[in-house]
T-cell receptor, first 114, second 113 residues
Framework: QQQVKQSPQSLIVQKGGISIINCAYENTAFDYFPWYQQFPGKGPALLIAIRPDVSEKKEGRFTISFNKSAKQFSLHIMDSQPGDSATYFCAASFFFSGNTPLVFGKGTRLSVIA | DAGVTQSPTHLIKTRGQQVTLRCSPKSGHDTVSWYQQALGQGPQFIFQYYEEEERQRGNFPDRFSGHQFPNYSSELNVNALLLGDSALYLC????????????FGSGTRLTVV
């Protein structure tokens, strides 16, 4: 079964701290791993994505670390800010989709407190 | 450039009724996917429409059906509503089924009472 397991379910981080969210996948054929950010009342918005040919991708304060052998990937948010408070979803799919949809984790609710 | 537009934003229906949700894709996108997001959960794939045909379907009963129009807009229909159908219904559009181009709408919040 194509599953993506995400942890933790919720996370509280001090302003300026590092937020770390982890995901594990089962299907070794997946080759596209995006992270989505969702604010209340809004749809998910693509934050950053990675493919298995690299072990790390950084965009501003957001970094994805990817471990192909362990079938795990994680999102690091550096210098976390109150505006980062949202729900984060990891997902997996095939880059050249062929109609295969995104498979999402259950989400992590991040609260950044001052 | 308009993003994905969904209507209505909120809807309350009675158990057993039927509902139609609408989605207009982002300009330039030709593929529409529908997801159900229950409270506190990640989005679950319902189905995808491309070239006016259902191309892929998730694990949802036949009570869930859809349609795509020549202008690429789409409808999601749910018959015989159950309390468990209460959720946020998300529409995502993309270009020729490429997931990396997914753009989500803000969703329709359906409450079944």
């Amino acid at each position: 079964q194509q599953q993506v397991k995400q942890s933790p379910q919720s996370l509280i981080v001090q302003k300026g701290g590092i937020s770390i969210i982890n995901c594990a996948y089962e299907n070794t054929a997946f080759d596209y791993f995006p992270w989505y950010q969702q604010f209340p009342g809004k749809g998910p918005a693509l934050l950053i994505a990675i493919r298995p040919d690299v072990s790390e991708k950084k965009e501003g304060r957001f970094t994805i670390s990817f471990n192909k052998s362990a079938k795990q990937f994680s999102l690091h948010i550096m210098d976390s800010q109150p505006g980062d408070s949202a729900t984060y979803f990891c997902a997996a799919s095939f880059f050249f989709s062929g109609n295969t949809p995104l498979v999402f984790g259950k989400g992590t609710r991040l609260s950044v407190i001052a | 450039d308009a993003g994905v537009t969904q209507s209505p934003t909120h809807l309350i229906k009675t158990r057993g009724q039927q509902v139609t949700l609408r989605c207009s894709p982002k300009s330039g996108h030709d593929t529409v996917s529908w997801y159900q997001q229950a409270l506190g959960q990640g989005p679950q794939f319902i189905f995808q429409y491309y070239e006016e045909e259902e191309r892929q379907r998730g694990n949802f009963p036949d009570r869930f059906s859809g349609h795509q129009f020549p202008n690429y807009s789409s409808e999601l229909n749910v018959n015989a509503l159950l309390l468990g159908d209460s959720a946020l219904y998300l529409c995502a559009s993309s270009l020729t089924d490429r997931v990396y181009g997914y753009t989500f709408g803000s969703g329709t919040r359906l409450t079944v009472v």
